[in-house]
Nanobody, 124 residues
């Protein structure tokens, strides 16, 4: 069983920054792609970012391109989401997830394990 635990969420003013972390249990972390998703009240879960197993390549949703970056530290079994220039529209619960394979995807159905989420609230 894999456990994912997110941290780093909170309340921030528009234009501010937050850094989310996601720590994973298990010894196979570096074999899988990892992703970040978010879900706002009344909306479907949406893709934010993903990275390949070694972290060589990251993919970002158009809505966060140029403002968010994703990275991973396989020695620490941790992925990060650096969020800059935050907007009220970024307000959501943010989830990290482990892919079913080494392939990344923007489809949440292709992720096997999920964290409990961390709330990000951006005030105007």
């Amino acid at each position: 069983q894999v456990h994912l635990v997110e941290s780093g969420g909170g309340l921030v003013q528009a234009g501010g920054s937050l850094r989310l972390s996601c720590a994973a249990s298990g010894s196979t972390f570096s074999r899988y792609a990892m992703g970040w998703f978010r879900q706002a009240p009344g909306k479907e879960r949406e893709f934010v970012a993903a990275t390949t197993p070694k972290g060589a390549t990251t993919y970002l949703a158009d809505s966060v391109l140029g403002r968010f970056t994703m990275s991973r530290d396989n020695a620490k079994n941790t992925v990060y989401l650096q969020m800059n220039s935050l907007k009220p529209g970024d307000t959501a619960i943010y989830f990290c997830a482990r892919s079913q394979s080494a392939d990344w995807s923007d489809n949440p159905n292709l992720y096997s394990y999920w964290g409990q989420g961390t709330q990000v609230t951006v005030s105007s």
